[in-house]
């Protein structure tokens, strides 16, 4: 079943120069671009996008990290988009991520991961009409 879902290429990976790495191994495991936008988020919009993390110990370095310079957010759409981005990217922690995922070939955080992927239909679409409303 076609189905769209939320993508951050973070900071991290606009500075190491893989925004077009990464984006070409969702692009040819056959996911569409349906929407885009490039810039530098601010602590609100971080605050409403990790709303479930806020209160964790880890937030605080992670607020910092995701607001330290520019994204690209992304919807993909296509068949299962949701779990096949989750299976390329792989885990959240780069050192365990499998070799042949986005994290596992090319981070070693658990914070500096690269990416971020929605983590159900739910948080699709909560995440895609904070990202995209107009979408809506
Ligand atoms: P993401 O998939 O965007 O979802 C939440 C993010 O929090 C995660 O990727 C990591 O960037 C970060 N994160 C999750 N767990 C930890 C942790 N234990 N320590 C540091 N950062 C974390």
Do not use: C, Q
Not at 71 to 99: C, H, K, Q, W, Y
Request: hydrophobic residues 45%; negative net charge; glycine residues 10%.
């Amino acid at each position: 079943m076609s189905e769209r879902t939320l993508v951050l290429l973070k900071p991290d990976a606009v500075r190491r120069g893989l925004i077009g790495e990464i984006l070409g191994r969702y692009e040819a495991k056959g996911l569409a671009v349906a929407a885009m936008w490039f810039g530098t988020i601010d602590g609100d919009k971080a605050d409403a996008h990790y709303a479930e993390h806020v209160e964790r110990d880890f937030y605080p370095p992670l607020r910092a990290f995701v607001t330290s310079g520019p994204m690209a957010a992304l919807v993909l759409e296509g068949d299962s988009a949701i779990e096949v981005v989750r299976l390329l990217n792989g885990a959240t922690n780069g050192v365990v991520a499998a070799p042949g995922t986005i994290r596992g070939d090319l981070s070693l955080s658990n914070r500096e991961n690269l990416v971020h992927g929605s983590d159900s239909a739910e948080s699709a679409a909560r995440e895609i009409a904070l990202w995209f409303p107009e979408l809506g």
